[in-house]
């Protein structure tokens, strides 16, 4: 009798706003091989799905060989695990509903799973960082966009449909900031990337102080807080309200879901104590009593990209195996 031979490497796909990284994983959680494009500079979906599953299969047949490879993982912004598409994507290049996984198993002819990007980052910090050990938790992604994903008694949380845990597109300020996603006042307007930028434009339209902020074209986070430390009070007060918005987010998110810990990544979550700061006095402000200094707020330690492509990695191993190719 034949036995089937097992396969002991999957590939984990992260699609950002930003570039496109793939990369081979084996059954410990080994990164074999990686590589990656940059996203927009593939606007139409056909060549975008064309290039990915080129660059798979180049990749596989370069380590390996394909025949090892026993599925596919794809991290994605609004994408759900369970209709298997990107649905309305705010800040990718396609819009409306994308079969992302249905394209991509017909073009490579493997298994492909698709889910959420702040669930995959979630099964990443799970699996191999701040929240290994875990069964209750929040992870929140904070750069572009805001996402999030909790996990209960051990499992991650999709809710119907599976979007749930979308805190980014919860309101914060009535009649606020117009959101990517087409509501006003959403907390991601105010605490991801472009929110940040924006609070800058207005606490230096509020004051005639003298700011390193004022005249750079390319302001972004980064900079912002690079600025703080160089005591730079309007770059210090822009933190100081993103902290407090996002605290009062975090806060009505943890009082609904009673997490054990609070796991932050992504660009912004590196703008340190000047972000941190407000942000906790802001959270212990407004968590419900009976939780009020008992929910651990941390900053993820991983590697925000090869966290992500772990994450996709894990969904990986959870498709039932499939190939054109047995």
């Avoid at 799970?126 to 999030?148: E, P, Q, T, W």
């Avoid at 809710?159 to 009535?174: K, L, R």
């Avoid at 590196?270 to 906790?280: C, G, I, Q, R, S």
Wanted: some cysteine; glycine content about 10%.
């Amino acid at each position: 009798m034949q036995t089937k031979e097992l396969k002991s490497r999957v590939i984990g796909v992260d699609i950002s706003n930003e570039r496109t990284t793939y990369a081979i994983v084996d059954i410990r959680g080994n990164i074999i091989a990686s590589d990656h494009f940059p996203t927009w500079d593939f606007t139409d979906l056909n060549r975008f799905a064309s290039k990915l599953a080129d660059a798979i299969v180049t990749l596989a047949e370069s380590n390996g060989g394909y025949e090892t490879i026993r599925s596919i993982g794809v991290s994605c912004p609004s994408a759900s695990s369970t209709s298997g598409c990107i649905e309305n994507a705010a800040n990718l290049p396609w819009k409306g509903v994308v079969p992302l996984a249905a394209i991509l198993r017909d073009r490579i002819g493997q298994a492909v799973i698709l889910g959420n990007d702040a669930h995959n980052t979630a099964l990443g910090e799970r699996m191999y960082g701040s929240a290994h050990g875990m069964k209750d938790f929040i992870v929140i992604n904070l750069g572009v966009g805001l996402g999030s994903c909790f996990f209960s008694n051990g499992a991650d949380h999709k809710g119907f449909g599976g979007y749930a845990g979308e805190i980014g597109h919860t309101c914060i300020v009535d009649h606020g900031r117009h959101c990517a996603c087409g509501l006003d006042g959403c907390l991601e307007a105010y605490t991801a990337a472009a929110g940040i930028v924006q609070t800058a434009k207005e606490v230096m339209a509020e004051s005639n102080q003298p700011s390193l902020m004022r005249g750079q074209e390319d302001l972004n986070p980064k900079m912002i807080a690079e600025m703080c430390d160089k005591g730079d009070e309007l770059a210090i007060e822009v933190y100081r309200r993103t902290g407090y918005w996002l605290g009062a987010g975090l806060a009505t998110y943890a009082s609904i879901v009673s997490p054990e810990a609070i796991i932050l990544t992504g660009g912004v979550s590196h703008a340190d104590h000047w972000l941190l700061d407000p942000m906790e006095e802001s959270f212990e402000m407004h968590v419900f009593g009976n939780l009020r200094g008992r929910v651990k707020l941390l900053v993820s330690r991983l590697d925000d990209r090869e966290r992500d492509v772990l994450g996709a990695a894990a969904l990986a191993w959870e498709v039932p195996e499939y190939s054109l190719f047995l």
